[in-house]
């Protein structure tokens, strides 16, 4: 592999390989409630026998929760069996990639999946079709048997020892995530679809609004939180779970991460009336490594692409 040519520097612009679209955000908006995995237990399927697939455990949790889409927040999972990688260095064309694949096992402290559809391929190394099967992205951190902390984005093939225990679930309703083929980046990401019609009467108490965002890459992360909380009214919500990549990354602290990309594993804050607050965020360094912190204000541009969660305040109880 010819390594990439690109002078990569946190923050800085990167070229990717396709046409730039001009639309550099994709916002669906919908509903949304949280859901602990403990009052889903009763509508999940019966456990399945030991060793299970991680993918098929939280695309579960969200079809409990209502939803053929949405976002699960875990942790204090054992992992018997992870498959993962993490960001590197691209090639001449393609500036950021994923390392070889790994194995390791150990216990989730965080993680995030972004739950949602594919476009099925024909076949191996076809072109995909119309037909929709089910995908998951996941990030997270774990401690492996040696006490070392690692990070990396999750294959399929990652076995978990149990049912989800610690889990938060935000299913997504009038919202389908696809993934699918960037002609941009040459990488397959999710993008928000609208689903079924959101009614206008007031929604039930324990919902919020909820805007689904596919972010482009070079765009900055706080400026799209900004302009997402004003255009759709969402003060008083929250930065919720999400996957995606940036730059490197630049934490308040003066710390600076190296890239090509990192690869986010939370990032979480308040919206307020006019701004994002401070954005803390935990990620996947290069080399496999997890940092943590709360990011730099400006400076934290997005890498390949990011899937962004935001939810309005909880809809208040009804008066008597």
Request: hydrophobic share 40%.
């Amino acid at each position: 592999m010819t390594q990439s040519t690109q002078q990569i520097v946190p923050g800085r612009a990167v070229t990717h390989p396709g046409p730039v679209a001009e639309d550099r955000i994709t916002a669906v908006a919908g509903r949304t409630r949280p859901h602990f995995i403990s009052d889903l237990l009763t509508a999940l399927p019966e456990r399945q026998p030991d060793p299970s697939l991680l993918t098929d455990a939280v695309i579960a949790a969200v079809e409990a929760a209502g939803a053929d889409s949405g976002i699960v927040e875990f942790s204090t999972l054992r992992l018997p069996h992870i498959s993962y990688c993490y960001p590197a260095a691209g090639d001449a064309v393609h500036p950021m990639l994923y390392s070889e694949t790994h194995t390791s096992t150990g216990t989730v402290l965080e993680g995030t999946a972004t739950v949602g559809w594919r476009r099925r391929p024909s076949e191996p190394g076809g072109e995909q079709t119309g037909d929709l099967e089910r995908w998951v992205h996941f990030h997270a951190s774990w401690v492996d048997e040696a006490g070392t902390l690692r990070g990396g984005h999750l294959w399929p093939e990652t076995v978990t020892a149990g049912a989800l225990e610690r889990a938060t679930v935000w299913p997504l309703h009038g919202i389908t995530l696809v993934n699918d083929f960037d002609d941009e980046t040459e990488l397959p990401v999710f993008t928000p679809v609208r689903a079924e019609a959101i009614t206008a009467a007031p929604p039930p108490p324990g919902d919020r609004d909820a805007v689904f965002a596919r972010v482009r890459p070079n765009a900055e992360i706080h400026a799209v939180v900004r302009g997402l909380t004003v255009a759709h009214d969402l003060a008083g919500g929250a930065v919720r779970g999400g996957t995606g990549s940036l730059v490197g990354a630049v934490f308040d602290d003066g710390r600076v991460v190296d890239g090509p990309a990192t690869e986010v594993i939370s990032l979480a804050g308040r919206l307020d009336d006019s701004a994002a607050g401070p954005l803390t965020c935990t990620l996947i360094t290069a080399r496999g490594t997890v940092e943590s912190g709360r990011l730099a204000p400006e400076g934290n541009i997005v890498g390949a692409t990011y899937d962004l969660l935001l939810t309005g305040p909880a809809a208040a109880s009804a008066t008597p």
